[in-house]
């Protein structure tokens, strides 16, 4: 069965820190990964996406940047962290093509002080 | 605007009570809608997901229904349970890589 692993759990980061969040999956090969930020009271919004090893697609210019050094594992990063970076991010995974599910990590809940 | 608009934006219950939640979207292309249950802290978990040709469709207890005419689903949950105690988030998908998430409704379900 796939599994995703999205860690870690809880940072608290001072501003102008960086950041380094990582997401692998297990159990698949070639999926589509995705990172999304839930801020509160709001829907999740997509900030990148991956079709392939190398391969990703920003939604939203911000101070983030993400890569895919493998398969299955995707990383989200930051040089410097700034407050409005505090927020719920959420790693994703789904097969390539066809109407299949997203699967979601457990989350990570980012503060930066 | 793509948007995925949810009411109530919280709703209390009780236990055994049987509840609807609503979603109206605005999304266009449109390839299919997904409803997910998000507890405190977590990642969403599927609930559903529908295509523009299905009308309804059941999970256990959730039962979703879509009208792709008007724009509209809803997700029914009976005789509701306080493991029931979620946000329920409405998502459509383009098909293009990118979902439309509505801002959820908070159920609380109290004994």
């Known amino acids: 069965s796939q599994t995703i692993h999205q860690w870690p759990a809880t940072l608290v980061q001072p501003v102008g820190s960086p950041l380094s969040l990582e997401c692998t999956v297990e159990?698949?090969?070639?999926?589509?990964l995705y990172w999304y930020r839930q801020a509160a009271g709001r829907g999740l919004q997509l900030l990148f996406y991956?079709?392939?090893?190398?391969?990703i697609s920003s939604e939203v210019p911000q101070n983030l940047s993400a890569s895919r050094p493998q398969d299955r594992q995707f990383i989200l990063s930051s040089k410097k962290l700034l407050l409005s970076d505090s927020g719920f991010y959420l790693c994703?995974?789904?097969?390539?093509?066809?109407?299949?599910?997203?699967?979601f990590g457990s989350g990570t809940r980012l503060t930066v002080v | 605007k793509n948007q995925v608009e949810q009411s109530p934006q919280s709703l209390i219950i009780l236990e055994g009570k049987n509840c609807t939640l609503q979603c109206n979207y605005t999304v266009s292309p449109f390839s299919n809608l997904r409803w997910y249950k998000q507890d405190t802290g977590r990642g969403p978990v599927s609930l559903t997901i529908m295509t523009f040709s299905e009308n309804t469709k059941s999970n256990g207890r959730y039962t979703a229904t879509l009208d792709a005419d008007t724009k509209q689903s809803s997700l029914h949950i009976t005789a509701s349970q306080l493991s029931d105690s979620a946000s329920y988030i409405c998502v459509v998908d383009t098909g293009f890589q990118k979902l439309v998430f509505g801002t959820g409704t908070r159920l609380l379900v109290s004994p």
């Open positions: 159990g698949t090969s070639n999926p589509n």
């Open positions: 994703a995974w789904t097969r390539t093509g066809g109407n299949y599910g997203y699967t």
């Open positions: 991956s079709v392939g090893i190398g391969q």
